[in-house]
């Protein structure tokens, strides 16, 4: 009915398309002992905001350790699964990022161009969102050191 050359093509397309279009993983493994049950569920965001183009680019850490890439464009969101990191990593990330929300608890700075992230944890409905521009304030130093240790546990596999 195909030849071979159609069967490769739809197989390719086929592919292409799952790529573009993988969700989020839905099935949750054990949370890390280091975290209080208030954190069942919580997803961590990171990466930059382009306000002049609408779009959003960064970085999901769910709490089965799992670290998803994705891009906003406007309400559509698209996701992929890049590396998963271990339940002590999560627990110092968390650690690290809760420091410094008890240390200065909001930075929302303008700009065009942002760089943020993002605690949800929907077992509380706790919400905690740091924004800042490429200026490097004071008010947004630790987030900063946050944001790199985020971006040396991603591993993006090729």
Not at 116 to 143: M, V
Request: proline share 3%.
């Amino acid at each position: 009915m195909f030849s071979n050359k159609t069967t490769i093509i739809i197989v390719i397309f086929s592919i292409i398309c799952f790529s573009c279009t993988h969700k989020k993983h839905t099935s949750k493994s054990k949370m890390p002992e280091c975290l209080p049950s208030d954190y069942y569920g919580f997803v961590m965001e990171w990466g930059y905001i382009n306000n002049k183009n609408n779009i959003t680019t960064g970085y999901s850490l769910e709490d089965n350790g799992y670290i998803l890439m994705f891009i906003q464009d406007g309400n559509e969101k698209k996701y992929d699964t890049v590396s998963k990191i271990s339940s002590d990593r999560i627990c110092n990330i968390l650690k690290l990022y809760i420091d410094e929300v008890l240390k200065i608890s909001v930075v929302n700075e303008p700009g065009d161009e942002l760089t943020f992230i993002k605690l949800n944890k929907p077992a509380n409905n706790f919400r905690s969102t740091a924004i800042w521009n490429k200026f490097n304030t004071r008010a947004s130093e630790g987030y900063r050191r946050v944001f790199d240790t985020l971006m040396s546990n991603v591993t993006v596999h090729q």
